[in-house]
């Protein structure tokens, strides 16, 4: 049970109390990553506040994450949050922290001059979807591509 719960940013030096989190976030949603590699993006994610956020729950150990990017877009005028990750351990989920993580990671984007917030979310997780929408989050007519480059 968390009795206290404190949503905080995530320091430089934090990298290490939230990968477990990441960690068990891929593996539940089937992405496999190589060793290492997700510690190299979390790391030059957090080196400073020109590129993002990471806001961890605690209470006092970590329950939760909420990862922010910052991008900037023509269709939104400016800079947004991309919301990569926004994950809630098993044993914590229904308790409303997924809720306060979400609201969380909008306050940090409206502080960092935020135009909006984008997010996708995979087709079988309903439940995050109905999160979504209960805080405003419209729902885009659109498919996502990805491809991948060789690293340089």
Not at 2 to 7: A, D, F, G, M, P
Not at 21 to 30: M, N, P, R, S, T
Not at 86 to 105: E, H, K, M, Q, W
Request: net charge positive; charged share 25%; glycine share 10%.
């Amino acid at each position: 049970m968390v009795r206290t719960l404190r949503i905080e940013r995530l320091a430089p030096d934090g990298t290490a109390l939230v990968l477990p989190l990441l960690q068990a976030q891929f593996a539940e949603h089937a992405i496999p990553l190589p060793p290492g590699e997700v510690e190299e993006a979390l790391r030059g994610l957090v080196v400073g506040r020109d590129r993002g956020t990471v806001l961890v729950a605690r209470g006092p150990a970590p329950v939760g994450i909420a990862v922010l990017a910052w991008t900037w877009t023509l269709e939104h005028g400016g800079r947004v949050g991309w919301l990569e990750e926004l994950y809630v351990a098993p044993p914590f989920r229904n308790r409303g922290i997924g809720s306060r993580l979400l609201a969380a990671a909008l306050e940090a984007a409206r502080e960092e001059g935020c135009r909006a917030v984008d997010l996708e979310v995979a087709t079988e997780h309903g439940r995050a979807e109905r999160l979504y929408e209960r805080a405003g989050f419209r729902r885009l007519d659109r498919a996502r591509f990805v491809k991948l480059l060789p690293a340089p």
